[in-house]
């Protein structure tokens, strides 16, 4: 069964709660990787509505439990040791091995410590008249606080680059120490903690928070530097190291920029849900080439030509829940003219909106088409390529033949005037290290046509797997159009970019606490309107990327109550300006809402203040009811971030 977004959300608080109440977890939550584990712990436990008890500092304790010291942490380390090879590979380190076995002895004392601090709490909270109690988780708040502040600056050795591959745990760390202040400012009162201590708490909270942003960004800076440094190429073979490298950081740490923001006690008093929009790639599969046949070396497109792409084509673009892939392939069944998406979009309906057609011209019907079913999620993607792609397959769908047979085409050079002779001339097809010599045979040239057929001995066929945990498909890209085999073009590589398997187009607003709501999750948009990324190597905080609303421009979304009951709410934006703006807000079908909102300029991201109006969901059909943002400002040009909504109180009239 394909679940939602609501689903997911309840499994995820569901698990909480029976962590917190020590009931065994399901096989389904069990099997779950490690770092997806620890992210749908966290994420559940900020949906919950708070109580009395430590839930982020059970949550921590449960975190560094099940990947350090229990039953887990063989799965933990596999998972681990697969970052550290990773990147000491990919930025070429001279870190000849490193113990993880080590650093898992340093950090296992830190959940036999939180263990004694859940039992002061469970007792201080069971004898409330007992003041010795609270004393006791007074003095053990201090000792835990300092023994969090010593593991996260042990992570933080720059011997040896050790400090890059020992980023996963600092992560761990931080989100538990991060979630042992925010339980403390919340909830410490009923525990004796003093207010002076949780004021303290909220300083540490802002600083940590600050401070671990920063670092994750500095580590991620400095292994590009390393990659751009010891790789000397420009073109896709860099570009593919970095798309690795950035895959891993987004995994095990940028990921976590929006839940560490949401643990913020003061800002989130309340239950606070959210998705995570972004996509990792796969490789570049096969050799992108430049725009033109006449341009030198064709076969050498930049890393920053590669960027452009992306940019131009919108692949880091949220576009709806994949419906299906269409493929134009020629007649011999050996070359993929064209690629296109489908997405599902609107809530309401099944209607598919087509993506870009990606590669060279055709105006034919797809050679197939493969709709991916309603009842199982596309994961997994092999590529049979050479120097361009030949087939693929994807997991879950019998109509995607794999074939490891093929040829490649070259352009022969010859014409009509080179007579029957066998000719041989050497191909560079793409790099120097892969000439091979290719033999013309002797025929009529009549039935030569200008591209012949060969099979390259040195590059040969490859079957490439692509899967990442707890992801799905999001969509299939190319990166151009390589005319140099065809005068109509055929794809020149493939890249596939994968999504959080619990990603999708509803956006259910809950009736408690915040619901953020990226901007990317627009159901429709103004012509202009579009995803603003600064630069997507140097930029994977996916959490703060943003639509470009300009003036007179307008862009909508679906927003569909969880509980009908409860229909009224605030909002709030995330954004950056130009200047001063002023927006409406109108529900597009009653027309109703407000047309002369505020917006201060601010040229760094900020929050508007909360709404001192309300909008009501929940009056249309599931999926329909719509809202249209439009910026009414003839100067000013809005990056709108995410939209945060709340329910506003009963008493109060909504727009």
């Known amino acids: 069964m394909v679940l939602n977004q609501k689903d997911y959300i309840d499994i995820y608080s569901k698990t909480v709660n029976d962590l917190f109440n020590e009931i065994p977890l399901s096989a389904e939550m069990t099997k779950k990787p490690p770092i997806e584990f620890m992210k749908a712990l966290v994420v559940g436990s900020l949906s919950m509505v708070p109580g009395a008890g430590p839930i982020l500092g059970m949550l921590a304790d449960c975190i560094l439990s099940q990947l350090i010291d229990d039953k887990n942490a063989a799965e933990s380390e596999q998972a681990f040791a697969n970052f550290q090879k990773a990147i000491v590979s990919i930025i070429d380190s001279k870190i000849a091995s490193y113990d993880i076995g080590s650093i898992q002895t340093a950090l296992s004392g830190t959940t036999k410590q939180m263990a004694t601090f859940k039992g002061y709490v469970k007792n201080a909270l069971a004898y409330p008249n007992k003041p010795s109690y609270k004393e006791f988780v007074r003095t053990e708040i201090v000792a835990l606080d300092n023994i969090f502040m010593d593991k996260i600056a042990k992570c933080q050795n720059k011997d040896n680059d050790l400090y890059i591959v020992q980023l996963p745990y600092y992560v761990i760390l931080v989100t538990a120490y991060l979630g042992l202040l925010a339980d403390t400012v919340q909830r410490g009162a009923k525990w004796g903690i003093l207010e002076g201590t949780r004021t303290q708490f909220v300083g540490k909270f802002n600083e940590q928070l600050a401070e671990a942003k920063q670092w994750v960004w500095d580590t991620y800076k400095a292994g590009i530097a390393k990659i751009q440094s010891s790789d000397t190429t420009n073109d896709v073979r860099k570009f593919n190291k970095i798309i690795r490298f950035r895959n891993q950081f987004i995994y095990f740490a940028f990921d976590f920029f929006p839940i560490w923001e949401a643990m913020d006690p003061i800002k989130y008093p309340e239950p606070v849900r959210f998705e995570q929009v972004r996509f990792l790639f796969s490789d570049i599969e096969g050799f992108p080439v430049q725009d033109a046949t006449n341009k030198s070396p064709y076969y050498r497109l930049t ?238 905080c996916h959490h703060l990327w943003s639509m470009t609303v300009g003036p007179s421009k307008y862009i909508t979304f679906a927003f569909d109550a969880v509980d009908s009951t409860v229909t009224k709410f605030n909002f709030c934006f995330r954004y950056t300006s130009n200047g001063p703006a002023t927006i409406a807000v109108f529900n597009v079908a009653t027309a109703t809402g407000v047309g002369n909102y505020q917006l201060p300029a601010s040229a760094t991201e900020t929050y508007s203040s909360v709404s001192t109006f309300a909008i009501n969901i929940g009056n249309q059909p599931f999926g329909k009811n719509r809202f249209r943002f439009t910026n009414n400002s003839t100067t000013t040009t809005i990056q709108l971030i995410n939209i945060s909504l709340t329910p506003k109180p009963a008493t109060t009239t909504a727009a």
């Open 303 to 540: 890393m920053d030509q590669i960027e452009d792409k992306f940019y131009y084509y919108n692949y880091n673009a949220y576009g709806g829940d994949l419906a299906k892939i269409a493929q134009f392939k020629q007649a011999d069944n050996n070359r993929i003219i064209a690629i296109q998406n489908y997405f599902y979009r609107n809530p309401a309906t099944k209607d598919q909106v087509a993506g870009a057609l990606l590669g060279g011209n055709n105006t034919n019907i797809p050679s197939w088409v493969s709709d991916m079913p309603e009842d199982c999620v596309p994961q997994q993607v092999v590529l049979n390529h050479d120097i361009i792609p030949r087939l693929l397959c994807i997991s879950n769908s019998s109509n995607f033949p794999l074939n490891t047979q093929g040829r490649f085409g070259i352009s022969t050079g010859r014409n009509q005037d080179s007579g029957n002779a066998e000719q041989t001339v050497t191909y560079s097809y793409p790099y120097n290290s892969y000439n091979f010599p290719v033999t013309l045979p002797n025929n009529d040239p009549e039935e030569l046509s200008e591209y012949d057929y060969t099979y390259n001995p040195v590059w040969k066929y490859e079957n490439t797997t692509y899967q990442f945990p707890d992801h799905k498909i999001a969509h299939i890209a190319s990166i151009g159009a390589n005319k140099d085999i065809n005068s109509n073009g055929v794809v020149d590589a493939f890249l596939v970019a994968y999504a959080p398997v619990n990603l999708f187009r509803y956006n259910y607003i809950y009736p408690t606490g915040t619901t953020i709501v990226q901007a990317q999750k627009c159901v429709g948009k103004d012509n202009g309107v579009s995803l603003s990324i600064s630069h997507f190597i140097n930029n994977p």
